[in-house]
């Protein structure tokens, strides 16, 4: 789920005299949490497969309407078994991935041989996205986690207000209404590699086409028992040559 | 100059909108009028233009109608989808309908469907987007087929293929996955039926079944309900075998006993 500026302005007038509000000198309130994200991704998309997770997300952070960074790497490995994919706000994507690192160093450190699996790495992710929630002061993502430990698959997603859940395939942003559709009539469990990379290219193109804050620049993740690789950045052919495209009032002239 | 003198001098009309906004603000809710929450697709193939639609009809978070005709009849040969308030969609067909009809007799020939699609986004232009009518129209005329999308405010599209409504991101994922240009009919009325099936499943405004209708030069096929996922499953969902139940006792009391038939007289007609 994705929120609108207008909902959460909708809370703000509700939570303005909660916490995160403090009285300055000239006796005005001053809100002082996120409102609005500014530097946003956009769509990630992740599935299972027959070895492991696929997460594919493309490079871009836009600045409101402007395409204002392209080379943005927006899924990143935590740990040995999992990898991370974000949409939304991407400053507090990177604090969120800063606290993951802690998190999975801290665990490194203990040195017991046991390291964070993906369950629990979404667990301490919902965790955190609950509670800036409730203080009014979200973390203005939609985070996808994927991960392979001991044999078993695991992909998540969490939003901003802490909503959760894990299933076969997962997309925030368009992705959700132009991703999902494609995903759950054909994926299979079974899926190989080049399938699986093959059914993301078919969605990542859609959503080339249909969201404007996109671009033909992607990276795709991919989590095994073996371990994380997050690929080299790629582009995917596009067609724009349709016939009915070349002269659309051919039959009708002067139309408007 | 009071708003009012709009209308004497052959204006827009606002003298209703200060009012209503006071109404808004004061708390009165407006109706829920009959909305077509909805996925219509249409497609051009090698020998014409392919429209489908859902069949679902919201009021609100009701579903008020589980199967409605979302494509309206034009002309033999044109026929438009319709996405949005349903009233609308309806009456803007029909004056179009109305409309071509007449222009058909004037003319003495069949219609085109530039026609109809700039009778439509005159009208919808004129009313400034308050006629809430998103349509996909689709026909084939003397100059082949086509396919347009017309918006509330009057703007138009013309496109191999096309979707509207709440579901039209879902079916728009289809087409764009699997459109080629110059399908067949077969391909063409299974990539419409699948974007529709999309919009269906999953899209919560849209549901119920599939119409289709393919338009060619010999003329027209409306296929009513051509598919339909969504059937009620009417079973009790179980059944018990004879002598499941033990019967305890048994007593039978004859009512002839105790029953008195005695004759009486007709009643007054």
Same mark, same amino acid.
């Given at each position: ?76 490995? !935590? ?68 991960? !392979? ?7 998540? !997603? ?41 059914? $993301?290219?078919?969605?990542? $193109?859609? $959503? ?49 | 100059?009071?708003?009012? #003198? ?6 827009? #009309? ?23 929450? +909805? ?13 489908? /639609? ?8 009701? &579903? ?18 319709? /996405?949005? +308030?349903?009233?609308? +969609?309806? /009456? &803007?067909?029909?004056?179009? %309908? ?42 084939? @005329? ?11 405010h009057g703007s138009t599209d013309t496109l191999p293929f096309a979707t509207m409504g709440s579901g039209s991101l879902a079916a728009m ?6 459109? %080629? ?12 039926? #699948?974007?529709?099936? /999309? ?11 599939? @119409?289709?209708? &393919? ?26 075998? %004879? ?12 009512? %002839?006993?105790? &029953? #008195? ?5 007709a009643m007054e007609e």
């Amino acid at each position: 789920m994705e929120h609108t500026i207008e909902a959460f302005k909708r809370e703000e007038s509700l939570g303005a005299r909660h916490s995160g509000a403090a009285a300055a000198s000239d006796g005005k309130i001053h809100i002082e949490r996120t409102q609005y994200p500014y530097v946003t991704g956009s769509s990630v998309l992740g599935i299972k497969y027959k070895d492991g997770i696929l997460l594919a997300a493309d490079m871009a952070a836009s600045y409101g309407s402007t395409k204002r960074y392209k080379s943005f790497q927006r899924l990143k490995p !935590v740990g040995k078994h999992a990898v991370i994919g974000a949409s939304g706000e991407m400053s507090d994507f990177q604090q969120i991935s800063t606290m993951l690192d802690e998190l999975t160093l801290r665990d490194q450190m203990w040195d017991d041989s046991n390291t964070l699996g993906p369950h629990e790495i979404h667990s301490y992710l919902n965790r955190i996205m609950y509670q800036r929630r409730n203080k009014f002061d979200p973390l203005w993502n939609n985070i996808i986690l994927g991960g !392979v430990k001991n044999g078993k698959k695991y992909l998540g !997603v969490v939003s901003m207000i802490g909503v959760h859940f894990e299933d076969d395939h997962v997309a925030t942003g368009f992705g959700q209404h132009l991703a999902r559709p494609e995903l759950r009539k054909q994926w299979r469990a079974d899926m190989t590699l080049e399938e699986g990379v093959r059914l $993301l290219e078919k969605c990542l $193109l859609v $959503l080339y086409y249909r969201d404007r804050s996109s671009i033909n620049k992607y990276q795709i993740a991919k989590v095994t028992e073996e371990g994380v690789t997050i690929s080299s950045p790629f582009a995917i052919e596009t067609n724009w040559e349709l016939e009915a495209f070349q002269n659309p009032t051919k039959n009708a002239e002067g139309s408007w | 100059m009071a708003q009012g #003198d709009g209308a004497a001098l052959g204006g827009f #009309d606002y003298s209703n909108c200060r009012r209503n906004q006071m109404l808004e603000k004061a708390g009165i809710k407006l109706d829920r009028y009959l909305k077509t929450g +909805t996925t219509i697709v249409g497609l051009v193939y090698q020998d014409g233009v392919i429209l489908g /639609a859902d069949t679902r009809a919201t009021e609100g978070d009701i &579903v008020a109608d589980k199967n409605c005709e979302k494509i309206h009849y034009l002309a033999p040969n044109i026929y438009c989808c319709g /996405a949005g +308030t349903a009233a609308d +969609t309806e /009456a &803007v067909t029909d004056m179009v %309908r109305t409309q071509l009809e007449l222009h058909r007799y004037a003319t003495g020939r069949g219609s085109r469907v530039i026609t109809a699609l700039t009778m439509l986004k005159s009208h919808l232009f004129n009313y400034q987007g308050h006629v809430s009518a998103a349509l996909v129209l689709g026909g084939f @005329d003397v100059s082949g087929p086509h396919l347009h999308t017309v918006y509330p405010h009057g703007s138009t599209d013309t496109l191999p293929f096309a979707t509207m409504g709440s579901g039209s991101l879902a079916a728009m994922s289809v087409f764009e996955a699997g459109f %080629r240009e110059k399908m067949t009919k077969e391909e063409g009325m299974s990539l419409v039926s #699948d974007a529709i099936c /999309a919009g269906i499943f999953n899209d919560l405004g849209s549901g119920s079944n599939v @119409d289709l209708c &393919v338009i060619t030069k010999a003329g027209k096929e409306y296929l009513r309900n051509h598919m339909t996922p969504n059937q009620r499953v009417i079973t009790k969902g179980y059944t018990f075998k %004879r002598g499941h139940t033990p019967i305890l006792s048994t007593k039978i009391v004859p009512l %002839r006993d105790r &029953v #008195d038939v005695s004759e009486g007289e007709a009643m007054e007609e």
